[in-house]
């Protein structure tokens, strides 16, 4: 809900108290941290902080590429995401520089 009324900060103190419980009780490769790494992502993108969103969006796509029936359509929405992050990351740091 705070993700999709753009109260990002709010959003984010959520997902991250989430993915603390789940990576303390699922396995590393489990679906749920899956979808919350790309939840965090989009908030991470959201606050400009793209460099972490590459971090969790790539967390993401290895869960998926490494599930016993990957999911090959969401595999590659991830893989198309992770490389509009990279992208924006790149143009943020020359722009920086």
């Given at each position: 809900?705070?993700?999709?009324?753009?109260?990002?900060?709010?959003?984010?103190?959520?997902?991250?108290?989430?993915?603390?419980l789940?990576?303390?009780?699922?396995?590393?490769?489990?679906?749920?941290?899956?979808m919350?790494?790309?939840?965090?992502a989009?908030?991470?993108?959201?606050?400009?902080?793209?460099?972490?969103?590459?971090?969790?969006?790539?967390?993401?796509?290895?869960?998926?590429?490494?599930?016993?029936?990957?999911?090959?359509?969401?595999?590659?929405?991830?893989?198309?995401?992770?490389?509009?992050?990279?992208?924006?990351?790149?143009?943020?740091?020359?722009?920086?520089?």
């Open positions: 809900m705070h993700r999709l009324t753009g109260n990002y900060l709010v959003a984010q103190q959520y997902y991250d108290k989430t993915l603390k789940e990576e303390e009780v699922l396995p590393p490769n489990h679906s749920l941290l899956a919350n790494y790309y939840n965090v989009t908030i991470l993108e959201g606050l400009y902080q793209y460099e972490e969103a590459v971090t969790r969006i790539s967390q993401e796509v290895t869960i998926i590429s490494h599930s016993i029936e990957p999911n090959y359509s969401q595999a590659e929405k991830c893989q198309e995401y992770l490389n509009e992050l990279l992208a924006i990351s790149s143009d943020e740091n020359c722009i920086g520089k």
